[in-house]
Structure formats: structure tokens, C-alpha cells
Nanobody
Framework: VQLVESGGGLVQPGGSLRLSCAAS????????MGWYRQAPGKQRELVAR???????NYADSVKGRFTISRDNAKNTVYVQMNSLKPEDTAVYYC??????????WGQGTQVTVSS
């Protein structure tokens, strides 16, 4: 199983970024995918999750600003992040949960929101 995140970087408050996670080594279409984040000194927390059937759920802190989506043909999951705030600064991790319950993580990508 391999999950490779990309798209992180430095952005000003109010800006946008789109993170991508390219997956391989497992049956992507049958797996739930998610984005988590971890800020310095804090626990890793769920940002957004999308089921194999396309059902989504979001952390209250990102509802209305972030949108998770998946492209099963490309084995890729995305999160579009708009109206970014300094408190969104964190390392963002891609997560996969396969149909049998096995979970995997990517290496993370840094998102920094600062002027």
C-alpha cells in the first residue's frame, strides 16, 4: 500500500489549496479515504472522509470551506481547501481504510497559512 500526498505549501489567509493523494497497492474503489491533520503539539484529527460510495463527512471546523472528492479511475483522493485560516496550519495526512478494516497512512504534506 502506498499513499503519496502532494499540493501542500505556504498560502496567505483567505487563500486556497488543493491536496491530492495518489493511492496504489490496494483496491482503491472499495476503500474509505480520508484526510487528517496534525498541528504542532496537538493530536492528529479528522478533516474529512469519503466512503467508497461517495458519502462524505467533515470536521465542524472545516465545514463549508473544504471539499473532499475522489476519482476512482485515477486512484486519487482530493481535498479542496478554501478560505484558509492560520489555524488550518498543520501537516495533512491521507488515510485509507480498506474493506476488511486495514488502515494505511501517507507521509504527510505541510500546509502553512500565514501572511
Amino acid at each position: 500500500v502506498q499513499l503519496v500526498e502532494s499540493g501542500g505549501g505556504l498560502v496567505q489567509p483567505g487563500g486556497s489549496l488543493r491536496l491530492s493523494c495518489a493511492a496504489s497497492g490496494f483496491t482503491f474503489s472499495s476503500s474509505a479515504m480520508g484526510w487528517y491533520r496534525q498541528a504542532p503539539g496537538k493530536q492528529r484529527e479528522l478533516v474529512a472522509r469519503i466512503s467508497s460510495g461517495g458519502r462524505t463527512n467533515y470536521a465542524d471546523s472545516v465545514k463549508g470551506r473544504f471539499t473532499i472528492s475522489r476519482d476512482n479511475a485515477k486512484n486519487t483522493v482530493y481535498v479542496q481547501m478554501n478560505s484558509l485560516k492560520p489555524e488550518d496550519t498543520a501537516v495533512y495526512y491521507c488515510n485509507a481504510v480498506q474493506y476488511w478494516g486495514g488502515a494505511s497512512w501517507g507521509q504527510g504534506t505541510q500546509v502553512t497559512v500565514s501572511s
